[in-house]
């Protein structure tokens, strides 16, 4: 027995059940929206605690002020306010440097276990979704460029698992992101 086995069948024990609550199941609309959500919220939560909010929020408005006194400076041609600018900015880059690896805890630790449920979810029931979407939506979201996620036919409006479950994490991000208080520029 192989550790993919060991995993899927693992992942089958805790998703299995929601699918098999799916008002559909040949078509497990919901349970993607579920497991989309349920990712949304561990990768949110993630986020939460392992990045320093405040830090994060005090670096961003050093780097846009920096920025501000940079295109000033190179607006004005004052050489002694611009030569202050690029002494500053040795440090701004070790500011961002640090901004960029605090927010890259979340998404070491997320990774894997994530990929392994995109992995399953290819494998699984949940593969077979197709989405009907409104003609509108399908062409705002650029859904024709959607169309290589879906392993059946590319008939109109139509997206399949994986942009079914972009959709939703995307939109549930965005909402548990403003239920946790946390910025989206992250």
């Given at each position: 027995?192989d550790?993919?086995?060991?995993?899927?069948?693992?992942?089958d024990?805790i998703?299995?059940?929601?699918?098999?609550?799916?008002?559909n199941?040949?078509?497990?609309?919901?349970?993607?929206?579920?497991?989309?959500?349920?990712?949304?919220?561990?990768?949110?939560l993630?986020?939460?605690?392992?990045?320093?909010?405040?830090e994060?929020?005090?670096?961003?408005?050093?780097?846009?002020?920096?920025q501000?006194?940079?295109?000033?400076?190179?607006?004005?041609?004052?050489?002694?306010?611009l030569?202050k600018?690029?002494?500053?900015?040795?440090?701004?880059?070790a500011?961002q440097?640090k901004?960029?690896?605090?927010?890259?805890?979340?998404?070491?630790?997320?990774f894997?276990?994530?990929?392994?449920?995109?992995?399953?979810?290819?494998?699984?029931?949940?593969?077979?979704?197709?989405?009907?979407?409104?003609?509108?939506?399908?062409?705002?979201?650029?859904?024709?460029?959607?169309?290589?996620?879906?392993?059946?036919?590319?008939?109109?409006?139509?997206v399949?698992?994986?942009?079914?479950?972009?959709?939703c994490?995307?939109?549930?991000?965005?909402i548990?992101?403003?239920?946790?208080?946390?910025?989206?520029?992250?």
């Open positions: 027995m550790i993919f086995t060991i995993i899927f069948g693992g992942l024990m998703f299995g059940p929601v699918l098999a609550l799916d008002p199941p040949s078509n497990p609309m919901l349970t993607i929206f579920l497991i989309s959500t349920l990712i949304a919220f561990i990768t949110t993630a986020n939460k605690l392992l990045v320093n909010q405040d994060m929020e005090s670096i961003r408005n050093e780097m846009k002020e920096f501000t006194e940079m295109k000033e400076a190179q607006l004005s041609g004052d050489s002694k306010a030569a600018a690029q002494a500053q900015q040795k440090e701004v880059m500011k440097t901004m960029m690896t605090s927010s890259f805890k979340p998404v070491i630790i997320t894997i276990p994530i990929i392994l449920v995109y992995w399953w979810m290819g494998q699984s029931a949940v593969s077979k979704v197709a989405v009907q979407l409104p003609e509108f939506v399908y062409y705002i979201l650029l859904v024709p460029l959607w169309h290589m996620f879906y392993g059946g036919n590319s008939a109109p409006f139509i399949g698992w994986l942009g079914w479950y972009i959709l994490t995307f939109a549930m991000s965005q548990l992101r403003k239920y946790m208080g946390l910025k989206s520029g992250m």
